[in-house]
């Protein structure tokens, strides 16, 4: 099976690198490249390719841009390759419909596969990008089942509470005594709070707490 590629990138020279680097691959056909997300979205309807290679962090590229695309054809995957991306960055293009995601400064041949087995049906991310999900206890499956929507992710005033109170280390039944509710609300509370957020342990509540000054982060650096 031939993989039809459509490149997807602002900068001249990264699309050259990938025509340098995917070109001489049997399976991969280059079948187009597009400058701007108008340009994307014609070549999309046009060409039906299999995979998109974008950089969703370029100037118009965003996550709106991979929403569209997926709108024209559903079986389209999209592949990141972008700089270090944050946090956000990444939450985003997995909420926007990425199915693979790897670095601008990967190998050679992780590009290579990146293509060949996202092809294939498959997700595939590089060592350091899965590194950053595991340090950030990003929840991938759990992103992909969000709404495909351009919805901002927003953290309630109670939820903001709660996450403040998990990471000081309450219990269910404390935080339900603290706040009048049942211990049952609290941990439904929690599951949608982890959800929203994309994360899957306590620990990375924590993080997102300290981050947006939900708690001090010297509660952990001097807690003895």
């Known amino acids: 099976m031939r993989i039809k ?4 990138d602002r900068s001249e020279l ?23 997300a108008s340009s994307m979205h014609a070549l999309i309807a046009k060409l039906r390719p299999d995979v998109v290679l974008i950089d969703h962090t370029a100037e118009g590229f965003g996550a709106d841009a991979i929403r569209d695309g997926l709108k024209r054809n559903k079986r389209i995957r999209f592949i990141a390759i972008t700089p270090d991306p ?3 960055a ?17 190998s ?3 590009i290579i596969d ?9 997700k595939f991310f590089c060592g350091k990008i899965l590194r950053a999900i595991q340090a950030s206890a990003l929840d991938v499956d759990a992103l992909h089942e969000l709404p495909n929507d351009c919805a901002p992710v927003t953290v309630s005033e109670r939820e903001s509470e709660i ?11 404390r935080i339900a005594e603290r706040l009048c509710l049942s211990a049952h609300t609290v941990s439904t509370h929690r599951k949608n709070i982890m959800q929203k957020l994309g994360v899957n ?24």
């Open 5 to 8: 590629t459509l490149l997807a």
């Open 14 to 36: 990264a699309l050259a690198g990938l025509r340098t680097i995917l070109g001489p691959i049997g399976r991969i056909d280059i079948v187009g490249e597009a400058k701007t």
């Open 86 to 88: 944050s946090q956000l």
């Open 90 to 106: 990444l939450m985003s293009a997995l909420r926007a419909g990425v199915t693979s995601y790897i670095k601008k400064d990967c």
């Open 108 to 110: 050679r041949d992780e």
């Open 114 to 122: 990146a293509v060949l087995h996202t092809g294939e049906g498959q």
């Open 163 to 173: 996450i403040s109170l998990i990471a000081e280390g309450c219990s269910y039944t």
């Open 201 to 224: 342990n306590t620990a990375a509540l924590v993080l997102y707490a300290v981050k947006n000054g939900l708690v001090s982060p010297n509660k952990f650096l001097f807690n003895s």
